[in-house]
């Protein structure tokens, strides 16, 4: 019985947005990354190809993080003392780009210093991001800023308190935004419209609708990424960017990843667990839209890039 | 999908070219046919108060009042699970209803079959209050060619049957095969797996004989749709349908077109689907992807618990109704019996927030009052953001659950997310001692056993 396949026609488009500078862009990047671009829904190729292959990004901190669970400290070993031993390790484990992550404790010039090793370290395409204080934000992100002019950086977290300041560092010195709302559409569509309305071209805007892990609210962030990418097909000009989400961030931040004892014995092995953790809630978030994902352990780097392997060959 | 309206009233009297005698009689209590259409797309009356609705009408719209995704319910001796009856292709969009079957596959072959099951079916495990386990087993023939020997493939159902009462999968290409597994359960519903392009007419001979729904396989969906198609000719109804594809791009693609087709009324294809993410590279991703695009039934290749609560609550949280966030009732919870001195600790009512605490309390051994107020369902800054979670509700809170009456020392802890409350409840609660906890709830017990005891 032949069947008709019923396909969605679309009239909207997902902006494509690039960032990092090649030599001929005027920065010093082996190679710019292009997000976007798409005209369906995440993977439906049968409409559409998927323009762009999801980019796998990994996070390193400028100094080594006290927080972290020890099976991080583990895999990474003593790059993490450094942020650009942690970006060489992060490049050799396949990242296709990093996310610099700031401190509390960062002076401007420090991370102005930790910017500029990552940047020497690696060539990879570089975001970076402050604490999430938005004072502190504004003063380490206008230095970093500042200090890679031309780089095409990403620059996060760009939220409703601070987006004038990053917004307006950004376009002085050619970089991009990474704009931050909590899972919410109508959010996410009013910070896009004020830094548009700053004269931030809008093909240099990534949105982070914000997400949960898997058990922490992660139906939520699925949710609102698929009503995002679905405003942006049906025409809404101002959800039509591209998604990233800092998976890593959250999926460690559980309870089932960072811990191995005291916890019941049907949550099973503890790193496996912890793998898996990060890996599903990736999945479900690649799957309702994400096109940048930020992980941490480098086992969950090698599924999620077979897994996008998979979606992309269709 | 239901019909519209205009669609039903072309089934009615008034609607039918030339128009029927009765037209617009007002027998059923409705002034006009196309009124009566409209109340019943609403489903405000029953077709049956029109005396005059053609027999073929009478089918057409019985077909379309019927749900779009038929129900399929699995039953063993213990427990029995659901498929189907799904209504929407984004759970935004009203929800998820029938969670997809966890299953575990077992081969015919390997050893220690009743061993193997009786440990994957005695797993629990608690995810926010709810106790999550699988929902059955899968038992596979030595081979899907068809050479595998009846009576061993019946000795290993009779092997699983022995260590679980859960429903089964029987798979097997060969219907001989399958009868002699089936044959063990009597009085059961298995799924039948499954009917091909090969062996549909043996199968659908089976699946007739044993009234059991029959699984459909094939990498494509003309085939799948010709298959349901030509086994409903032999007055079967009950399908599940396998697209038989192991690669996250095609399955994802095939999954979302028979969804599509399915809500679209296609009745082909209107079936729960299957997924053996057990065959993917990556089982767990296949599975993930299999559980929040649109499987019915998931196999699983072996019984691992790590993977295993994973998908759980990746199960649990994609079905999860969006209108309403799980939650816990508000009141006040005694943990680890506590005594009069012991402190009061104050939390949400929404059900992760409510356990990331109560769990943390209870495995330190320390005793507590948990005051949980009425946030309406939300987590402590979303509900402080929301202003459902302000000094004014904790101290409502307070009173309303008499707490006082409780305790000898009047002090309450409050989460540290929300330490900027502190000082608007020393103003609500002059009598009582406002503490801030610590952020996160891991670190409650170490800051009970030493800030706490001073
Ligand atoms: C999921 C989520 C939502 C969901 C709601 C989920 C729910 N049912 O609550 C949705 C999408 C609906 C939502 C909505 C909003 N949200 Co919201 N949301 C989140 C998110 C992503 C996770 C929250 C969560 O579930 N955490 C997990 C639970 C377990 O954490 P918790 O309740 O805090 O409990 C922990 C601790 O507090 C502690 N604890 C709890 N009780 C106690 C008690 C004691 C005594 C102690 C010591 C400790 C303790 O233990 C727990 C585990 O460690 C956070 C950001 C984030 N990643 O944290 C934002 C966040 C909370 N939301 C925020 C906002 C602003 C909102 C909105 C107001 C946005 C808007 N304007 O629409 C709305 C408000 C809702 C409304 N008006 O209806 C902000 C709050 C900002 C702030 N600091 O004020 C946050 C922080 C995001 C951000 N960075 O901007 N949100
Ligand atoms: S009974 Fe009602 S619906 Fe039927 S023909 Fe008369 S008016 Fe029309």
Redesign the pocket.
């Known amino acids: 019985m032949p069947v008709e396949i019923p396909k969605d026609k679309w009239t909207g488009k997902v902006r494509e947005v690039s960032f990092g500078a090649t030599a001929a862009d005027g920065g010093t990047r082996s190679k710019s990354i292009v997000v976007g671009g798409d005209t369906t829904l995440p993977y439906m190729q049968f409409e559409a190809p998927t323009p762009h292959t999801p980019v796998i990004a990994v996070e390193i901190k400028s100094r080594r993080p006290e927080d972290w669970s020890t099976l991080l400290e583990e895999t990474w070993g003593d790059a993490m003392n450094d942020p650009a031993s942690w970006a060489k390790a992060a490049e050799a484990a396949g990242a296709d780009a990093l996310v610099l992550w700031l401190t509390l404790a960062d002076t401007p010039e420090d991370a102005v210093k930790a910017t500029k090793a990552v940047l020497a370290a690696s060539a990879l395409p570089l975001m970076v991001f402050g604490p999430g204080q938005v004072e502190k934000d504004n003063e380490l992100l206008v230095a970093v800023s500042e200090a890679a002019k031309g780089e095409k950086l990403v620059l996060g977290i760009c939220e409703d308190k601070n987006y004038r300041t990053i917004v307006a560092t950004a376009m002085a010195n050619g970089h991009l935004v990474s704009a931050r709302t ?3 559409v109508n ?1 996410a569509k009013q910070l896009n419209i004020l830094i548009t309305d700053m004269g931030l071209p809008a093909n240099r805007i990534i949105m982070d609708p ?1 997400t ?1 892990a898997l058990g ?2 992660i139906e ?1 962030g699925y949710s609102v990424m698929e009503r995002l990418r679905l405003a942006s097909l049906q025409g809404d000009g101002m959800t039509q960017f591209p998604m990233m989400v800092t998976v890593g961030f ?1 999926a460690w931040k559980a309870k089932e990843s960072k811990v191995g004892t005291g916890v019941p014995e049907a949550w099973g092995d503890w790193k496996a667990r912890a793998i898996h953790w990060e890996t599903l809630t990736t999945t479900a978030l690649l799957e309702s839209g994400a096109s940048i994902v930020v992980l941490r352990h480098p086992e969950s780097m090698k599924r999620i890039r077979a897994a996008i392997n998979e979606l992309m060959a269709a | 999908m239901a019909l519209t309206g205009i669609e039903i009233f072309k089934l009615l009297p008034g609607g039918q070219r030339p128009p029927h005698p009765k037209a617009n009689c007002k027998e059923c209590g409705i002034p006009t046919c196309m009124a009566f259409a409209m109340k019943l797309a609403a489903k405000q009356v029953e077709l049956a108060a029109c005396p005059y609705v053609s027999e073929e009408s009478k089918t057409k719209l019985a077909e379309s009042s019927a749900p779009p995704i038929r129900l399929i319910t699995l039953k063993g001796p213990g427990s029995s699970i659901k498929a189907g009856n799904e209504v929407c292709l984004f759970r935004h969009e009203k929800t998820f209803y029938n969670k997809p079957g966890l299953f575990v596959r077992v081969k015919a072959s390997q050893a220690n079959i009743a061993a193997e099951v009786a440990k994957a079916d005695a797993y629990k495990v608690n995810y926010v209050g709810m106790d999550f386990t699988v929902d059955g087993f899968a038992v596979e023939a030595d081979t899907l060619s068809g050479t595998s020997d009846p009576t061993k493939f019946a000795d290993a159902v009779k092997a699983v049957r022995s260590a679980t009462k859960r429903p089964l999968i029987l798979v097997a290409k060969d219907a001989k095969v399958l009868e002699a597994g089936a044959a063990a359960l009597p009085g059961e519903t298995p799924l039948l797996y499954g009917a091909d392009s090969a062996n549909w007419e043996a199968m659908g001979d089976l699946a007739k004989k044993l009234n059991a729904p029959l699984a459909v396989c094939a990498d494509n969906l003309d085939t799948l749709a010709d298959l349901t198609d030509k086994l409903k000719g032999k007055g079967l109804e009950d399908f599940v349908i396998d697209p038989s594809s192991t690669k996250l791009g095609a399955s994802i693609a095939k999954y979302t077109q028979i969804r599509r087709l399915a809500l679209k009324n296609f009745r082909a294809l209107g079936f729960p689907v299957i997924s053996f993410a057990c065959n993917a590279a990556d089982e767990g991703i296949a599975a993930a992807q299999a559980i929040a695009k649109y499987a019915g039934f998931v196999v699983l290749d072996k019984f691992v618990p790590e993977l295993l609560y994973g998908l759980l609550v990746l199960r649990e949280n994609i079905y999860t109704d969006p209108q309403k ?1 799980i939650q816990v009732t508000p009141g006040i919870y005694e943990i680890n019996n506590p005594k009069p001195e012991s402190p009061v ?4 009512n ?1 059900s ?2 409510y356990f ?2 109560a769990n943390e309390v209870e495995g330190s051994g320390l005793p507590a009052w948990l005051l949980v107020c009425d946030a309406e ?10 202003g459902k979670f302000d000094s004014e509700r904790i101290a409502k809170a307070i009173k309303g659950f008499n707490v006082a009456s409780k305790v000898s020392r009047k002090r309450v ?5 929300v330490a900027v409350l502190s000082g608007e409840l020393e103003a609500e609660l002059p009598d009582w001692e406002i503490r801030v ?6 670190d ?1 017990p170490g ?1 009970m056993k030493t800030a706490l005891n001073n």
Do not use: K, N, Q
């Open positions: 909590p899972m919410d959010l914000t949960g922490y609210g939520y959250e | 966030p600790l104050i939390t949400t929404f992760i927030t990331a605490v369902g939300m987590s402590v800054l979303t509900a402080w953001a929301a802890v409050l989460p540290g997310h906890g610590p952020r996160e709830a891991v409650l800051y």
